[in-house]
């Protein structure tokens, strides 16, 4: 494939319309109207411009693929202060049902054409980190216009991430639990609905469920030393899905090296290795 300057990318800026009339916001990486588009979804306390994933998006568009991420609508951001969380209330009232609305609202924008800024006719990739691997494995089972799909870090199961017994009732009653950001100093926001609504849509939210479901090519990567979601996680992935190849990195953390703010100009060694399996992996999926 060949290489393209950094250059002779155009990035573009965009919002279109989220759930619960909050919007999301996107970045569109084109290297070729022509190319294929891989689509990447964040993780929990994640957004768009997290450490290194705008070197990642750089990455992919020199190697021939159009790039786009987007926030979450109710990831805690706003449109006029996408990084970090000022607005909590938002993040308070997520839950995974609203990030597979949103995901589903990016795929349908995508095969639209980008506002003809791309050739829908063309490959859709989807690429999840963490919590956002789930929501695209989900999202690929989902729906037919996607051609491949690569999680990094990603989790395989949601229910055991809430909490249970005497906490779970706590939460009930006090209608919110807190969880501390030590990087931002906040104290962030989990309203109970985000559980009620787990349960009353827990077989849709099964990700084993839909690993099975899914037909399409399937890249697991995942760090050995994850801190945050243990490689057995992604050995379930891989026992679940019939087209799935999986490929630990080895020394890998949770964030494959990356860390927020990141101001170095490459990436860390670990990452550029998940972007570069990828690359092969998506290449191969191409016509």
């Not at 290489?3 to 619960?20: F, M, P």
């Not at 891989?38 to 997290?50: L, M, P, R, S």
């Not at 490689?231 to 494959?256: D, P, S, V």
Request: charged share 20%; hydrophobic share 40%; glycine share 8%.
């Amino acid at each position: 494939m060949p290489t393209l300057a950094i250059s002779l990318i155009e990035l573009t800026t965009a919002q279109i319309s989220g759930s619960r009339e909050l919007p999301i916001c996107l970045d569109l990486n084109v290297a070729s109207k022509n190319d294929p588009l891989i689509v990447f979804c964040h993780g929990y306390k994640g957004f768009k411009d997290w450490g290194a994933w705008n070197l990642v998006s750089d990455s992919f568009c020199r190697s021939g693929f159009n790039f786009l991420k987007f926030n979450f609508s109710h990831n805690g951001g706003t449109p006029d202060e996408q990084i970090d969380f000022p607005d909590l209330q938002a993040f308070g009232n997520n839950n995974y049902s609203i990030e597979l609305d949103d995901l589903n609202r990016v795929i349908s924008w995508v095969k639209s054409g980008c506002d003809n800024m791309i050739n829908a006719d063309r490959e859709i990739f989807l690429i999840g980190h963490s919590r956002g691997g789930a929501i695209a494995v989900i999202g690929a089972s989902e729906n037919p216009a996607i051609a491949g799909l690569s999680t990094w870090g990603g989790v395989s199961d949601f229910d055991v991430r809430f909490p249970t017994g005497d906490e779970l009732k706590a939460w009930k009653k006090a209608g919110v639990y807190f969880v501390d950001n030590k990087r931002t100093n906040q104290r962030m926001p989990h309203y109970f609905q985000f559980y009620k609504d787990y349960q009353q849509n827990a077989e849709r939210l099964d990700i084993r469920r839909a690993a099975r479901d899914m037909s399409i090519p399937y890249l697991i990567l995942h760090g050995s030393e994850d801190e945050a979601v243990h490689f057995t996680e992604a050995m379930r992935l891989k026992k679940w899905a019939a087209n799935a190849q999986l490929e630990i990195i080895l020394g890998a953390n949770h964030t494959f090296g990356s860390y927020h703010p990141f101001e170095a100009e490459r990436l860390p060694d670990w990452l550029d290795a998940a972007v570069q399996a990828t690359t092969d992996f998506f290449n191969k999926l191409r016509s």
